[in-house]
């Protein structure tokens, strides 16, 4: 059974900071793996997906990795906003083989102006 | 381009009623999946259909079921609600013709059980 963790749970950085936050997997068979911000009480937003032939994908200030070897995924944001606010959060999207859908824990993620 | 959308945006229920959510996809999706997000929780997923049958299931109850129609809308039906069925339900819909099963969400319907 896949289990994916994100650490760090929480994480405040000051405005323009680079972070990194990760994602590590149990099951390092990952063949699709998407992140996802989502605002509090409101539905996800799809921010990268990497499919199983890529190792990466970057979109303006965001930049995702997999790591298959290890089951690790890293997603990079480049001089943070407060407008980046939010919690963030990985899938496998084909858990198992299967059409199943496995989610990290989360990171919420707080930019102080 | 519409997006995946979902009715009721909240619903409050009692302890052992059923419930029905609905999801519209996205224009060119043929595939839902629903997902049960309880608060500071990641998604859970509970099932995905694709052209109208169940294409894979999590770890929820029979009481949990779905319906997905020819114009790729979906149903999720709770039976015998619980306390702990009170959630964020999302769902999302796929693009039809590949195969990397990308997720695209709606807004979500919160369900309250008292």
């Known amino acids: 059974k896949q289990e994916v963790t994100q650490i760090p749970a929480a994480l405040s950085v000051p405005e323009g900071e680079n972070l990194v936050l990760n994602c590590s997997f149990t099951?390092?068979?990952?063949?699709?793996l998407q992140w996802f911000r989502q605002d509090p009480g409101k539905g996800l937003t799809s921010l990268l997906l990497?499919?199983?032939?890529?190792r990466e994908q970057t979109s303006g200030r965001l930049n995702a990795s997999l790591d298959k070897s290890s089951g690790r995924s890293t997603l990079y944001i480049a001089a943070s906003q407060p407008g980046d606010s939010a919690t963030y959060l990985c899938?496998?999207?084909?858990?198992?083989?299967?059409?199943?859908?496995?989610f990290g824990t989360g990171t919420k993620l707080q930019v102080i102006p | 381009e519409t997006g995946v959308t979902q009715s009721p945006t909240h619903l409050i229920k009692t302890r052992g009623q059923q419930v029905t959510l609905r999801c519209s996809s996205q224009?060119?999706?043929?595939?839902v999946s629903w997902y049960q997000q309880a608060l500071g929780q990641g998604p859970q997923f509970i099932f995905q259909?694709?052209?109208?049958?169940?294409?894979g299931r999590g770890n929820f109850p029979p009481r949990f079921s779905g319906l997905q129609f020819p114009n790729y809308s979906s149903e999720l039906n709770v039976n015998a609600l619980e306390l702990d069925d009170s959630a964020l339900y999302l769902c999302?819909?796929?693009?039809?013709?590949?195969?990397?099963?990308?997720?695209?969400f709606g807004p979500g319907t919160r369900l309250t059980v008292l």
């Open positions: 990497i499919q199983s032939s890529q």
């Open positions: 224009s060119g999706h043929n595939t």
């Open positions: 899938a496998d999207l084909n858990s198992g083989g299967y059409q199943k859908v496995t």
């Open positions: 259909y694709y052209r109208e049958e169940e294409n």
């Open positions: 099951d390092s068979a990952i063949y699709n």
């Open positions: 999302a819909s796929s693009p039809a013709g590949t195969s990397y099963n990308e997720q695209f």
